[in-house]
């Protein structure tokens, strides 16, 4: 299983909603990161976890809040959210940190009304 | 500040072509450097180098890496309306261990 999956593909929220993005792989690998896509620009990373521990936070704001239940789990929690939020949402994840190839997820498109 | 430029941001050629995509970084600590291919969805990873000089090959692309002049060329051979897409690269260096930095990409359009 070479998949990263994240679930849901398409989402549409409120600002005053609370919603979640789910992520998921079973490669075994130890680092997950999210990003986050604005249209033809290219991703930009957002949070890092390497074995369940935060290991990077990009200065994001608060109302995106990350979690990591267990070792290929990736959630991350949306609350608050603004219209310039919108975005594709991606996941990847690798080995381990450096030197490792991330494998991307297909993304959750996020719009924020 | 990190940096990765890519040139040309777009192409435009005709199948049976050859293009050659660039990446010039300056990035403290440099640990790897890596394409991908994003058509509509998120990237697929196409290659990952890390030592000057040796070429990395997959059917019709190629890249290699120079560590001396900070760049790196990916070559598409004999161009098919497939390879058209993003092609992103991404250098992972700097004080954190698995922060990429990404360059704009270059969109390659293929025509028949």
């Known amino acids: 299983d070479t998949e990263v999956t994240q679930t849901p593909k398409h989402l549409v929220m409120g600002m005053t909603n609370k919603k979640s993005l789910k992520c998921e792989q079973h490669m075994g690998h130890r680092a997950m990161y999210w990003y986050k896509q604005k249209a033809k620009k290219p991703p930009e990373l957002m949070f890092v976890?390497?074995?369940?521990?935060?290991?990077i936070n990009e200065s994001v704001p608060s109302r995106f809040s990350p979690e990591c239940p267990n070792s290929s789990l990736l959630n991350l929690h949306l609350h608050a959210l603004q219209p310039e939020d919108s975005a594709l949402y991606l996941c990847a994840s690798s080995q381990s940190l450096g030197q490792e190839t991330q494998y991307f997820g297909p993304g959750t498109r996020l719009l924020v009304l | 500040e990190d940096k990765v430029v890519q040139s040309p941001l777009s192409l435009v050629v005709h199948e049976g072509d050859t293009v050659t995509l660039n990446c010039s970084y300056e990035v403290t600590n440099f640990r790897s450097l890596l394409w991908y291919k994003q058509e509509k969805k998120a990237p697929t990873f196409l290659f990952m180098l890390t030592s000057s000089g040796i070429e990395k090959k997959s059917g019709r692309l190629s890249s290699i890496l120079d560590k001396k002049e900070l760049f790196s060329i990916l070559n598409i051979t004999a161009t098919q309306t497939g390879d058209s897409a993003v092609y992103l690269c991404a250098v992972e260096g700097g004080t954190n261990a698995g922060k990429s930095t990404f360059g704009d990409g270059t969109t390659l359009t293929v025509k028949p």
């Open positions: 976890y390497s074995y369940e521990k935060l290991s």
